[in-house]
């Protein structure tokens, strides 16, 4: 198969809707990474999407919707899901709630489970596609499984170039790291996985405590300890670089990459995935990283580097 590659615009998604009405996935920027998108209701596009990237069928994906509306039709929100959707959506935040009884999204997509993620992007080129298909769009990151997410075109293809048929194109992502994925239960809102959204933002928009989840279950995507490897070892917390190690570099620690020099976290979330690539496809056997702090979105990117360090 070629990949083909296209500038974001009309034409781009009008492809992209042929093909994933032909049952096949293609890859989308989101906000967050780029995405590889297929028909949700459609178990063997579905099934295109975890072959392409070698995903364990236990892991369930994320489903794409237009707005609050078209989520209420696969999904059953209460009063606090509802608070969480108006005041972040469309955003960087993934729902966890009880499928509904007649949810027409294959069970493939959620991985068997009696609950469904969702989510309502606020990138231009899904929001078209989504127009564009009508349809709820399951939507992994666009990389091998386990692999360093991709937050450009180039990076999709370092991994999936010839094993899909389109990339859109519509240069780097904004947020740089994955949603953050949560749920309501028992009085209190569980952060599944952080991301953007951070907890604090989520107890001021819900008037609930927030908590982690702890235990192996995998109730949402992300959940895998082992995610995001470059394929070399990775060091965290380096104070400085060794001879054979590609450091990637944090306010006043600096490297062969810096995620910012200033210390800012948004811009660090924004290059993380970026340095990972770099870092990969450097001569160096190793990747050492920078102490990043355990605050705010700081705690998104010590998520995903110690998967990556796993």
Avoid at 126 to 152: D, H, I, R, W
Avoid at 194 to 202: D, I, N, R, S
């Amino acid at each position: 198969m070629t990949t083909d590659i296209r500038p974001f615009g009309a034409e781009a998604i009008a492809r992209a809707g042929g093909l994933v009405g032909e049952g096949l996935p293609v890859a989308v920027p989101t906000e967050t990474v780029y995405g590889l998108a297929a028909d949700a209701r459609n178990a063997a596009a579905v099934a295109r999407i975890y072959a392409a990237k070698g995903r364990p069928d236990f892991n369930p994906l994320i489903v794409h919707v237009p707005d609050l509306a078209a989520a209420e039709m696969l999904g059953v929100f209460g009063t606090v899901e509802r608070l969480l959707a108006a005041r972040f959506w469309p955003g960087p935040l993934t729902l966890v709630v009880p499928r509904t009884g007649d949810c027409p999204v294959a069970s493939v997509a959620t991985a068997g489970l009696d609950t469904i993620a969702l989510r309502v992007p606020g990138h231009r080129a899904m929001q078209a596609l989504l127009a564009e298909t009508g349809a709820p769009l399951a939507a992994p990151s666009a990389n091998a499984s386990g692999g360093v997410s991709p937050t450009k075109a180039e990076h999709v293809l370092a991994t999936l170039d010839g094993r899909i048929a389109l990339v859109i194109d519509d240069g780097p992502t904004a947020a740089g790291v994955e949603s953050t994925i949560a749920r309501v239960r028992d009085g209190a809102v569980e952060v599944l996985r952080p991301g953007p959204v951070t907890a604090a933002m989520l107890g001021e928009a819900s008037g609930l405590p927030v908590s982690g989840v702890a235990g192996a279950e995998i109730v949402a995507p992300g959940m895998l300890a082992s995610h995001y490897a470059p394929g070399k070892p990775v060091r965290l917390r380096a104070k400085d670089f060794g001879d054979d190690e590609f450091g990637i570099g944090f306010g006043k620690v600096a490297g062969d990459y810096q995620l910012s020099a200033a210390g800012d976290l948004t811009e660090a979330a924004a290059r993380l995935f970026d340095a990972l690539h770099a870092g990969a496809a450097s001569a160096k056997a190793r990747i050492a990283v920078a102490a990043i702090p355990d605050e705010g979105l700081g705690a998104a990117i010590n998520d995903r580097l110690s998967r990556a360090a796993v």
